[in-house]
């Protein structure tokens, strides 16, 4: 599965950003998809994911402020990312997660950066 990732930047504490995550698979196939982010010197970490069934599932450092969505028609999933504080600085990697006979499969995008400065 193709990930391609966008929407990162730098931006001042408060302010808002949406990251975007497209592939050319048709998202209803995949059976999660999610946002997961990895700051200097720390492990990468689930942000948010959204199922197929549209089950959603978000880190508590982030309830309230962010929002996953996804766009079917278009297979692109979004993070709408509110009230950024610098602790959000990381690099976040969109992940697609599929379900196989024998295991699962995780496919990840290439990362954008996002920075907030206080």
Same mark, same amino acid.
């Given at each position: ?5 966008s ?12 990251? *975007?995550?497209?592939? !050319?698979? *048709? ?12 700051? !200097?010197?720390?492990?990468? =970490?689930?942000?948010?994911?959204m ?7 978000y ?6 402020? #962010? ?6 028609? =278009?297979?692109?999933?979004y993070l709408?990312?509110? *009230?950024?504080? !610098? =602790? ?8 697609a ?8 499969s995780? #496919?990840w995008?290439?990362g954008?950066q ?5």
């Open positions: 599965v193709q990930l391609q990732a929407g990162g930047g730098l931006v001042q504490a408060g302010r808002s950003l949406r990251l *975007s995550c497209a592939t !050319p698979r *048709s998202i209803s196939s995949i059976n999660t998809m999610g946002w997961y982010r990895q700051a !200097p010197g720390k492990q990468r =970490e689930l942000v948010a994911s199922t197929r069934d549209s089950r959603i599932n880190a508590d450092s982030v309830k309230g402020r #962010f929002t996953i969505s996804r766009d079917s028609a =278009e297979n692109t999933v709408q990312m509110n *009230s950024l504080q !610098p =602790e959000d600085t990381a690099v976040y990697y969109c992940n997660r599929l379900l196989r006979l024998g295991g699962v995780d #496919f995008g290439q954008t996002v920075t907030v400065s206080s």
